[in-house]
């Protein structure tokens, strides 16, 4: 087999530490993640046009070897707005293989790069994907993925395509409101309201307006003058 020449490698720890480290193979197709915390980690290699090759070791360990598969799988699918079933197009689709734990312990996400546009239908294909169980969400500026079906699952086996996962999205929700002095009562304009990571300024006459929040943003918030 030909080593991996400029692939990109990230190695993720698997027992609860935030460790995340990434590398480029050389030449001759050798890596080397240094200073690691005994523990398992999932190694992902990485390069465009290719299958990402992914195995699970216990470190410490060497002369670890990477197999990239020849053929991957495909996700099929379409995604569109909650209710109306309307078509949403350009919407970025991507995908994380889901590694299992062992006993008693969360499973481990690894986000991959493979990523998919969807068209004018809506539709869309993730290509060159390796074997396994795989998380599936859209995203588009102006839409929120919707709770119920805004993530999809899917298993994959080699060289199978596995159609007819639907994500939905939708616009969110609105809050408008007023920010006044809690002594005089008067409106303050300039304030800056917050809920979660959405923000806007107070207009004339204090008024807000808070777009596109989701239904874990509907508690909490505040506003403060700067």
């Not at 990230?10 to 480029?24: C, E, S």
């Not at 190694?43 to 699970?56: I, K, N, T, Y």
Request: charged share 20%; hydrophobic share 35%; net charge positive.
């Amino acid at each position: 087999a030909r080593p991996y020449f400029d692939w990109g490698l990230q190695a993720r720890a698997r027992r609860g530490y935030p460790v995340t480290m990434v590398t480029t193979s050389t030449a001759d197709g050798d890596f080397v993640f240094a200073s690691l915390v005994a523990a398992t980690y999932t190694l992902v290699a990485e390069q465009d046009g290719r299958v990402p090759a992914v195995r699970d070791v216990a470190v410490p360990a060497n002369n670890v070897v990477l197999q990239t598969p020849h053929d991957g799988g495909s996700i099929e699918g379409r995604v569109v707005m909650v209710g109306t079933q309307q078509s949403v197009s350009s919407a970025t689709v991507s995908v994380t293989l889901v590694r299992s734990r062992p006993a008693g312990l969360p499973t481990k996400d690894c986000p991959l790069s493979n990523k998919a546009i969807t068209d004018a239908l809506g539709s869309f294909r993730l290509e060159r994907l390796p074997e396994g169980t795989f998380d599936v969400w859209a995203r588009k500026e102006g839409l929120i993925p919707h709770w119920r079906g805004g993530m999809g699952y899917a298993k994959l086996r080699s060289r199978e395509t596995t159609s007819g996962l639907c994500l939905t999205m939708y616009e969110g929700y609105t809050i408008t409101g007023v920010v006044r002095d809690s002594v005089t009562r008067k409106p303050i304009e300039g304030a800056e309201v917050s809920h979660g990571t959405v923000r806007a300024l107070t207009a004339a006459q204090g008024r807000f307006r808070l777009e596109r929040l989701g239904p874990q943003m509907l508690t909490g918030g505040g506003a403060r003058m700067s």
